[in-house]
């Protein structure tokens, strides 16, 4: 996720979404995300390789989980899980065009499984394709 973002829905989908996101976060102080969980969503962004549970990224902001994955839903328009596959998504892709294997990519970001990487690849470029079809008509 580098500093010139240029959002591309076709190629990028969620992934391109949450970096997008990420720049954001991390340039913008006058955000409209509450302080409970601002600190949760950079460490995120600085850790996403780590398999959390949202138990404790919502301990992290010192609020319930159910209050934790509203707030986040709210602030970020996807959940802690799906947020942070973004952004592992995204990485595999960068390690990927380095000239790294699928499962070598996976693995570097945390991902336990290479063919999980494969299935929410597919996930994403289906859910791309439909909003691309949808926003053509």
Request: aromatic share 12%.
């Amino acid at each position: 996720c580098g500093q010139s973002f240029r959002f591309d829905p076709y190629n990028d989908g969620i992934a391109g979404i949450a970096c997008g996101m990420y720049i954001y976060l991390t340039q913008n102080d006058d955000l409209r995300i509450s302080g409970d969980i601002k600190p949760v969503v950079r460490y995120i962004n600085n850790n996403y390789k780590e398999n959390r549970r949202v138990s404790e990224y919502a301990a992290m902001a010192y609020v319930s989980e159910s209050h934790f994955r509203k707030l986040f839903l709210t602030a970020t328009g996807m959940s802690p899980i799906e947020y942070r596959n973004s952004l592992r998504l995204k990485a595999a892709a960068e390690l990927i065009d380095e000239g790294y294997t699928v499962y070598e990519a996976a693995e570097a970001v945390g991902f336990n499984s290479a063919s999980f990487y494969c299935r929410l690849v597919a996930s994403e470029r289906r859910k791309s394709k439909e909003n691309l079809h949808k926003n053509r008509k």
